[in-house]
């Protein structure tokens, strides 16, 4: 199996927010349609970082006028745009994601996605590099397929597991090697070890799995 991992951006309503205020997220295009003559396409998606910025994310968006439905509720956001064409108006169904697509608080969007045959792939980044700003191919492998991505609801987080996962990924536990520990972590959350830690273990086996190779 072909997988090609891929970093890219472009002029996104949600992409450019993610950068303006300090957001990341995991995202899953749904539809993509016609109507009145205008292309609407739907997505949805888990958003991670300080409460006060992910408001302010969901208020700019509202007012943003190729945003023609927008739904929030806790940390998942239902979007329908209008758009030009995107980079996954061009996916084809030979190909599949081999995780979620992710993006970061620069705006990049990661993508890991596989087919049976190279020349689907190459065809699709053919396709996709006129669409965006910046591309990067991170590499094309011809690989054995251990992990594939199947789209699910998005995981609902408490908001004391949410406020243990963003400070978590806020103060460098993800990152290799850590920048702090858990005790560390308890301590600005001000309350106990054993309760920060069943918070954030609890937001980990819900939402951890699919990012964190993005964390990186």
Known sequence: MWVAKIRLRHDCIIGNRCRKFNIMMQSLDLNEEKKNGKVLTSSIHQLIG???????????????????????????????????????????????????????????????????????????????????????????????????????????????QKKALELAIKEGYYETPKKTNLRALAKLSKVSLATYQKHLQKAESKIIPDILSFLK
């Open 50 to 160: 300080d409460d006060r910025n992910i408001q302010r994310f969901v208020s700019d968006l509202k007012k943003d006028e190729r945003t023609e439905f927008v739904e929030f509720n806790g940390q998942t956001l239902f979007l329908v745009e209008t758009a030009k064409k995107k980079p996954a108006s061009e996916f084809s169904k030979k190909m599949f994601f081999v995780k979620p697509m992710v993006l970061d608080t620069n705006g990049y969007e990661h993508w890991e996605i596989a087919s049976h045959k190279k020349e689907i792939l190459m065809d699709f980044i053919k396709r996709v590099k006129p669409l965006v700003d910046e591309f990067e191919l991170l590499s094309l492998k011809d690989t054995s397929l251990q992990n594939v991505y199947f789209p699910k609801v998005m995981p609902k987080l408490t908001a004391l």
